[in-house]
């Protein structure tokens, strides 16, 4: 796996944890924190709870499995990006309105994105 497919799978692990972290159980959110968040390796997070590497591995994979899954049946990640266009695109209109209307309304729609 090269340095920029290993980037990509990171970030999106990071950010399927954002969107779904309380959902995961303490190991799995522990696990994935240390090794996606903090940079633990394998070996150092095996040491750290006194279980072998494959364990630690197996328990990293259940958990990102688990986070896609949640992905593919809720979507919040793909509504996310598409409210995020749809504020680029918002404020691609606004660019010709009066500076306060711009500024009202792009805080209304930010307030919008912002509800969980």
Known sequence: ????????????VNLLFDFYE?????????????????????????????ISRQAVYEHIKRAEST??????KLHLI??????????????QVLEVCEPELKRKTTELFDTIVGID
């Open 67 to 72: 986070l896609q899954d949640y992905e593919s």
């Open 22 to 50: 309380p959902l995961l159980t303490d190991k799995q959110r522990t696990f994935l924190q240390l090794y996606f968040h903090d940079d633990y390796s394998l070996g150092e997070i095996a040491e750290n709870f006194e």
């Open 78 to 91: 793909h509504k996310h990006e598409q409210r995020m266009k749809l504020r680029a695109e918002l404020v």
């Open 1 to 12: 796996m090269s340095i920029d497919q290993m980037l990509e799978k990171t970030n999106r």
